[in-house]
């Protein structure tokens, strides 16, 4: 799975979510593409959880997250996205959600997972936003707690999209890696270099997480 879209980050803040605001564009049939390629590996690999990151900040894994996960709901698959970036959450600023509670709210036995999800108006497409931002976040994702949500989500949901922090940056990103299994590596043009991505990749393996693929996003 490598695709090349045009990043529609930035320059104009309404076009996070361009798959639902602009169904007829080119970068919203691109992740018709990709949403295709993922929905084969899915039933090959009989798994419903995906994570995502990147080898370092700033390259448009959040946005793409957001994308994907709208281009799956249209689909009328019944759709979960997880912010797991617990350090620089950005997910809920995307749907405009209040972040209040979330997944360190679960983590820390605050409020159940159903009373942590939050309903979007695209699909069947839900959200659990990153809740209050906690100390020890890689101990948190690390848990019994995180692993008994995603057994969890996996019987509530079609596909589970997973937002992570930068994998060269944070430790919480190899241990939801070793966790989840498949991993799709989203890299901007001009940004990622090469080395980035191939000690990106190293990282994933010895993480024991199978990279299913890559999204190259180029500046818009």
């Known amino acids: 799975m490598l695709n ?13 979510l361009i798959t639902y605001t602009n169904p007829e564009s080119i970068i919203t049939e691109e ?10 590996t899915s039933e090959e690999q009989n798994c419903k959880a995906i994570l995502m990151t990147s080898p370092s900040t700033e390259e448009g894994k959040s946005t793409t997250v957001a ?13 979960l996205i997880i912010d797991a970036n617990l350090r620089s959450p950005r997910i809920h600023s995307i749907f405009k959600l209040n972040n209040s509670i979330g997944l360190s709210s679960v983590l820390t036995n605050r409020k ?9 108006n695209i699909g069947k497409l839900e959200v659990l936003s990153s809740g209050p931002i906690p100390e020890n976040p890689a101990e948190l994702l690390g848990s019994n707690s995180f692993s008994n949500l995603l057994d969890l989500a996996s019987q509530m949901f079609d596909f589970i ?3 992570s922090p930068a994998v060269l940056e944070y430790s919480d990103t190899k241990i939801l890696a070793n966790q989840c299994k498949n991993v799709i590596l ?8 090469i ?7 190293k990282v994933l393996k010895i993480a024991k997480a199978e990279l299913v693929g890559a999204i190259i996003n180029e500046k818009s």
């Open 4 to 16: 090349r879209l045009r990043s529609p980050l930035k320059k104009n803040k309404k076009r996070n």
């Open 31 to 40: 992740f018709r593409a990709i949403r295709t390629n993922i929905q084969f």
């Open 67 to 79: 994308n994907l996960a709208v281009s799956l709901a249209q689909q009328k698959d019944k759709v």
């Open 112 to 120: 159940k997972f159903e009373e942590a999800i939050k309903e979007t």
């Open 161 to 163: 999209l997973i937002d």
């Open 186 to 193: 989203v890299v901007r043009h001009g940004k990622s270099n």
């Open 195 to 201: 080395e980035k991505a191939i000690e990106a990749k």
